[in-house]
């Protein structure tokens, strides 16, 4: 293996060996502990990335990236297949693990975050909306906000009721989230929740008659 390879290999466990600490035991985590992981020696950590600043940038940028990719993957896989596969991802586990931390983790970096998150989740859901796989909104980037605010304030909350499950059992966080959430998740949207259109007309019928417009607020969807 080539100086050039090695160097990638080396990175690439160090960035997934930093994942999983930070998922696992926060943003504070070491680098010696981090590198202990990843079966390196700490000076790796800064010959690779400089900083632990940049190693938890490329960490955020990555996790993004397998968010995106979970999301978009489970919507081009079969219902039967993608529900069978569902109680093994232990990327699952990590993904949101991490994403918690980050929220919790405020500032500008946990800022920075989820605001990116939102622009993948956006990006996905009109690629869904194109493809016939998802209903229009009158307010895409809004419904996209509130369903990401939504989930983690959902995770923040599980987790803070039930503080004796361990973070670090990635497996174990996965089946229980997917326990809790997957049908009332399902079939709120699938089914939706009110029986009638009744409240969004008027509300549509109010805000029509204030400055107060959602941005994008055009109609219905088609």
């Known amino acids: 293996m080539s100086t050039a390879q090695e160097d990638l290999t080396g990175r690439a466990r ?8 930070f998922a696992a ?3 504070d985590e070491s680098l010696r502990t981090i590198a202990a992981r990843a079966g390196v020696s700490a000076g790796l950590v800064r010959h690779h990335f400089g900083s632990k600043e940049e190693l938890r940038a490329e960490c955020d940028a990555t996790v993004l990236e397998r968010y995106r990719t979970l999301k978009v993957d489970s919507m081009n896989v079969e219902p039967g297949l993608l529900f069978s596969r569902l109680p093994s991802s232990r990327e699952s586990g990590i993904l ?3 994403i918690l931390r980050s929220v919790r983790d405020g500032g500008p970096a946990g800022r920075e975050f989820v605001e990116n998150m939102i622009q993948e989740a956006l990006e996905f859901t009109l690629d869904a909306v194109a493809r016939g796989l998802v209903v229009p ?3 895409e980037e809004a419904r996209v906000r509130y369903l990401i605010h939504q989930s983690i304030g959902g995770l923040i909350v599980r987790f803070a009721m039930r503080p004796d499950m361990p973070l670090d059992d990635f497996q174990a966080v996965t089946e229980q989230i997917y326990a809790d959430t997957m049908l009332p998740t399902l079939e709120v949207y699938t089914e939706g929740l009110f029986t009638d259109s009744s409240y969004l007309d008027q509300y549509l019928a109010y805000v029509a008659g204030t400055e107060r417009h959602p941005a994008g607020l055009a109609g219905a969807p088609e």
């Open 14 to 21: 160090l960035r997934d060996a930093a994942i999983e600490c």
């Open 25 to 27: 035991r926060g943003f």
């Open 96 to 98: 949101m693990v991490y």
């Open 137 to 139: 909104s009158r307010d």
